[in-house]
DNA sequence: ACTTTTAGACTGACCAGTCAGAACAAAGGA
DNA sequence: TCCTTTGTTCTGACTGGTCAGTCTAAAAGT
């Protein structure tokens, strides 16, 4: 599929067909009518229905497949096979495969960012310093990317392609992650811990990049090692380092 | 096209059809026969012909829509279009799209480490220290990512995904790469510049990291900013940082 | 009673790859 | 200088498989 220019397929936007019950939809561009997905925002919960167990399951095949082999080569017959459902689930679940993908990186993304505001803040009210903080974000991300290396996979893939039509999804959720490890740097050049020369935003993306490639790499070409480890060889890359200037 | 999977098309690969002039393929799995690519090796040179030019116009069209749409979701007609060819040219240059793909790749990133390697070599002859070496290191490659942030993006959505047909050359050419950041680290470990503890592998991968994702950040976000500006700050992360260890 | 899932046939656009011939270049030949 | 020949490179209409998305009637869940 050509993902980038919409296609207008089947029969003509079902057009004029009876709008069939319940024709809310009010989100995404233009939805149609029939049985269709009711709401985008409840991912996985809702009032108590299979659909969350559903979509789950479909986001599950989803991010796996799409890992190993890119958006477009994977149809949606897979997806549908892989999660164990029909087909015609998928769209009675999500409008459509953009919205599949748009609302799974989505939920996918947003759980890192608060993986990683979570490990900052447990660092901080422990008492430790904003390098710990920074400290235990990586230890948080690590541990994340092992928990999902496909959504990472995809994150990695698709974050700097302009033109896609979920860029804006992706960007709003960078920014949630890039300003969590921003405030925390933030943070340390006014307490006096980091060099006020800093550069924040670039040194954030350069950290966050660290850990991202790091961690694919050793689950791609060093599995065996432990996240311990890995984490040890980052931190005393960090420790020695993002802190105050050296005389010279 | 699911790529990966190879779909067998059209008229039954060329059943018995004369086999035309010049039919002296000897590479890639299975040629077909016809007017065909001849070898895969000269990307861009060879006797004298057209060929050259015409793969760089590929190679050039290819690179740039790939990055932004993704390797499926790029037709062979919108590569023959933006190159300013006839389709039919595309593949009298070159077997199949996954083979321009994979030339591409080859040809673009043994660009990469050869550059790297450069630098390496130039600060080191010059009388620098082995982190000199590294700094310059870092700044070739913002260097060549500012010149080529497509391909750069291209290797970065491709790297870490298992399963697809051009990983072996995406592998050997991420060896190289690799190889030339290990081997200065090596050498500053030898030297006494860097800690015997250092994690080789794993610290060259970070810093890998690190310089792409942080060029890739600074043209996607932050494009106004100077190369200077952005390897000074990746600069001073990397200075007060890959030295000795510090007592603590 | 209402929501969700099923199986799968169907549609229409789409696209990788093919092929027969046209355009082009180099090297004589008159 | 102007053909003719021979091999190379390019062209674009065409073929046949593929796939997103639709639809239906009935079954399953809650």
């Known amino acids: 599929m050509r993902t980038e220019r919409p296609r207008r397929h089947g029969g003509g936007a079902t057009s004029g067909a009876a709008p069939g019950p319940g024709a809310r939809a009010a989100e995404h561009g233009a939805h149609k009518a029939g049985p269709e997905p009711r709401?985008?925002?409840p991912a996985v919960s809702g009032p108590g229905l299979r659909r969350g167990a559903t979509r789950r399951k479909l986001f599950d095949?989803?991010?796996?497949?799409?890992?190993?082999?890119?958006?477009?080569?994977?149809?949606?017959?897979?997806?549908?096979?892989?999660?164990?459902?029909?087909k015609g689930t998928v769209y009675y679940n999500f409008a459509s495969k953009n919205v599949l993908y748009e609302e799974l990186l989505r939920d996918g993304v947003d759980l890192l960012a608060t993986s990683l505001q979570e490990a900052a803040d447990r660092a901080v009210h422990?008492?430790?310093?904003r390098v710990d903080a920074l400290d235990a974000m990586i230890r948080a991300g690590l541990d994340f990317i092992a928990g999902s290396p496909s959504l990472t996979q995809l994150y990695v893939a698709e974050?700097?392609?302009?033109?896609?039509?979920?860029?804006?999804t992706l960007q709003s959720v960078r920014g949630r992650a890039v300003a969590v490890v921003e405030s925390v740097l933030r943070d340390a050049?006014?307490?006096?811990?980091?060099?006020?020369?800093?550069?924040?935003?670039?040194t954030a993306s350069a950290l966050l990049g660290m850990v991202?490639?790091?961690?694919?790499?050793?689950?791609?070409?060093?599995?065996?090692?432990s996240?311990?480890?890995?984490?040890?060889?980052?931190?005393?890359?960090?420790?020695?380092r993002v802190s105050p200037v050296r005389p010279g």
Chains 1, 2 share one sequence.
Do not use: C, K, M, Y
Request: net charge negative; no cysteine.
């Open 39 to 41: 709401d985008a925002a």
């Open 61 to 86: 095949a989803a991010v796996t497949l799409i890992a190993e082999q890119g958006f477009s080569a994977t149809t949606v017959d897979e997806i549908a096979e892989r999660a164990g459902v029909a």
């Open 126 to 129: 422990a008492g430790g310093t």
């Open 159 to 168: 974050l700097w392609r302009t033109n896609r039509v979920w860029q804006p």
């Open 189 to 202: 050049v006014a307490v006096g811990e980091l060099s006020e020369e800093l550069d924040i935003p670039l």
């Open 212 to 225: 991202l490639v790091a961690a694919l790499d050793w689950l791609s070409f060093q599995p065996h090692r």
């Open 227 to 240: 996240v311990e480890d890995v984490h040890a060889s980052l931190s005393r890359l960090l420790q020695g």
